[in-house]
């Protein structure tokens, strides 16, 4: 089964501050890519980050990081210098490089408070 | 350069209408997934389409639920009698193909709420 497990259903973090959101995930495949995907109120999905499971190097967007161990099977995305808009709930999400359908997990309702 | 296009935004259904879902995938994309999104969880593969062809439907429900990608027009999700728990939000995506082509190119629509009274 390919499963993707967020254990923080919610969480908090002041403007400006520093906020990690955890990720694990599940599949007996090697080669994979892993996605972070914003919902705001507005229901739009916005790709936020990618990161090819082949590739150590961790991948940046701006205010955005993550950090993937593949080992552990664990991508969990950073967001630094939070803003108040990024309140939103948080997706983690994969797909194998075999397959066209993506694996989301249950997400993640982020408040950014002033 | 219009994205993937889902009409209408929000549906409202009595328990045992039709309801009917349209999705016009991003230019230049002949694959179309639909997902779905129920209260509280995330999204949920229901089922991929090429035009005219059913590729994958292993995520939808076996019976009142179809889908199409005729070789004109938009992808439709139909439902057939409603029930109160399909409310959802239902999601479509598209690629130009898949391996590489989603992991650059899966684009979303803005999704449809159906709501069953």
């Known amino acids: 089964a390919q499963t993707v497990t967020q254990s923080q259903p919610e969480m908090s973090v002041q403007e400006a501050e520093t906020v990690t959101l955890s990720c694990t995930y599940d599949?007996?495949?090697?080669?994979?890519?892993l996605f972070w995907y914003k919902q705001p109120p507005s229901r739009q999905m916005i790709l936020v980050i990618r990161q090819e499971a082949y590739k150590q190097q961790n991948a940046t967007e701006n205010r955005f990081s993550v950090n993937f161990q593949k080992a552990a099977k664990s991508f969990s995305l950073k967001i630094s210098d939070s803003q108040l808009g990024d309140t939103a709930m948080y997706f983690c999400?994969?797909?194998?490089?075999?397959?066209?359908?993506?694996?989301f997990g249950k997400g993640t309702s982020l408040l950014v408070t002033p | 350069n219009a994205g993937v296009m889902q009409n209408p935004r929000h549906l409202v259904r009595r328990r045992g209408q039709e309801a009917r879902l349209r999705c016009s995938p991003m230019k230049g994309h002949s694959h179309v997934y639909w997902y779905r999104q129920l209260p509280e969880e995330g999204l949920k593969f229901m089922v991929y389409?090429?035009?005219?062809?059913?590729?994958?439907e292993s995520g939808m429900p076996k019976e009142r639920f179809s889908a199409e990608f005729p070789k004109e027009g938009p992808s439709i999700l139909r439902i057939q009698q409603v029930v109160r728990g399909d409310s959802a939000a239902y999601f479509c995506a598209s690629s130009r193909g898949t391996g590489t082509e989603v992991y650059y190119g899966y684009t979303f629509g803005s999704g449809t709420r159906l709501t069953v009274v």
């Open positions: 599949t007996s495949e090697n080669n994979y890519y």
């Open positions: 389409l090429q035009k005219e062809n059913i590729i994958d």
């Open positions: 999400a994969f797909h194998t490089n075999s397959g066209y359908a993506l694996n």
